[in-house]
């Protein structure tokens, strides 16, 4: 296996583990045993199972970072949002350890919280405040919003629809076919709470 390879698998196998158990529940023999490596691989190449770790979250949550392309591609505040909506659906469709890290990171935090984390889900929150405060000078949304809580509100409502997988798979698809009712729905649900009265 070359350096690149050994580094690739490390990644992998670091993604698997941590998200199914977190830092501290995976040792670095597991580590370096599932990945096919020496344990000085994980030294070589990250320089701690700490290191490893740090590496794993920003993959992760490098995802967010296209929340300004969104931004920018939006033709208006509802526009935003429907994009805003499809890429969660994507982002947690094609990156399926992410919930964990997301809920373990959030509620049990770890020393790169926050310098990954925090930042990554505010500057979500913050362009979702801003698209509402917009929708709100342009008179399409209510003016008694916060727009920070409106935001919080969509982001709840679209990241529960996957963390509830399990608990409501008897009572709603989650086929990624779905995804597109499903937006549309969350559009009609959020946007009927503040729109504004015509």
Not at 38 to 50: C, L, P, Q, R
Not at 74 to 101: C, D, K, Q, S
Not at 102 to 111: F, G, K
């Amino acid at each position: 296996m070359t350096k690149a390879d050994c580094r690739s698998r490390l990644l992998e196998v670091g993604t698997r583990l941590f998200a199914e158990r977190g830092l501290h529940g995976v040792s670095v023999r597991e580590l370096s045993q599932a990945a096919g490596a020496s344990i000085s691989m994980i030294s070589y190449h990250f320089g701690s199972k700490e290191g490893l770790y740090s590496e794993v979250l920003q993959e992760q949550f490098a995802c967010f970072d296209q929340i300004e392309e969104i931004r920018r591609q939006g033709a208006g505040p509802l526009a935003v949002i429907e994009g805003y909506l499809r890429w969660t659906m994507l982002r947690h469709r094609n990156n399926p350890y992410l919930l964990r890290f997301y809920t373990s990171e959030l509620t049990n935090p770890t020393a790169w919280f926050a310098t990954i984390v925090s930042p990554a889900i505010a500057n979500v929150i913050r362009i979702l405040a801003e698209v509402v405060e917009e929708g709100m000078q342009q008179g399409q949304f209510r003016q008694d919003l916060d727009a920070v809580n409106a935001a919080l509100a969509l982001a709840g409502m679209v990241n529960y629809f996957f963390l509830s997988t399990l608990a409501t798979e008897s009572l709603t698809n989650h086929s990624p076919e779905q995804d597109e009712q499903l937006i549309r729905q969350y559009v009609a649900i959020f946007t009927t709470g503040i729109i504004a009265a015509g």
